[in-house]
């Protein structure tokens, strides 16, 4: 199992998580997956099949997708960081509410698979993706800042 599908794994049957993209840190319960950028070298980080830098934020438009409708909870509203933007119960369609996700889980896929993606080394920042921050064409409300990215 990759360092990922535990996340989102333990994440769904209830622990509790936090992502840092500027720490690089990855902590389910007490437990840090990874710190510092520092993780179990034995384990794969994660399973992706995403070619190029294109493909990587295809997917991050999917899963912030995902995010944006997901379903809110108490334990989702009350988490402290939020890299992303999401909706609000009463912002949700009926139609992407009968098929959403929790919120916890699908705020872990988005920002798992982020970190995760730039430590196995997949994603980078490119300049065509902005000077500062990248903002998706589709959906202005997801926005990635450069220096998560590249950590300065």
Do not use: H
């Not at 049957?13 to 500027?22: A, H, L, R, T």
């Amino acid at each position: 199992m990759t360092i990922y599908e535990e996340l989102v794994k333990r994440v769904s049957d209830g622990e509790s998580f936090y992502v840092n993209f500027k720490n690089r840190a990855i902590k389910i319960g007490k437990k840090f997956l990874i710190a510092d950028g520092i993780f179990d070298e034995e384990r794969e980080l994660i399973d992706c099949d995403c070619a190029n830098t294109a493909e990587i934020l295809s997917e991050i438009e999917r899963l912030y997708t995902d995010y944006k409708y997901s379903l809110p909870s108490e334990r989702s509203d009350s988490k402290r960081r939020k890299y992303f933007k999401a909706l609000s119960i009463e912002e949700i369609p009926d139609d992407k509410l009968m098929v959403a996700t929790r919120r916890e889980t699908a705020q872990a896929k988005l920002e798992g698979f982020i970190l995760c993606s730039m430590l196995s080394g997949n994603f980078q920042w490119t300049e065509d993706m902005g000077k500062w921050f990248y903002q998706n064409k589709n959906d202005p409300d997801l926005v990635i800042l450069r220096n998560w990215i590249e950590n300065k």
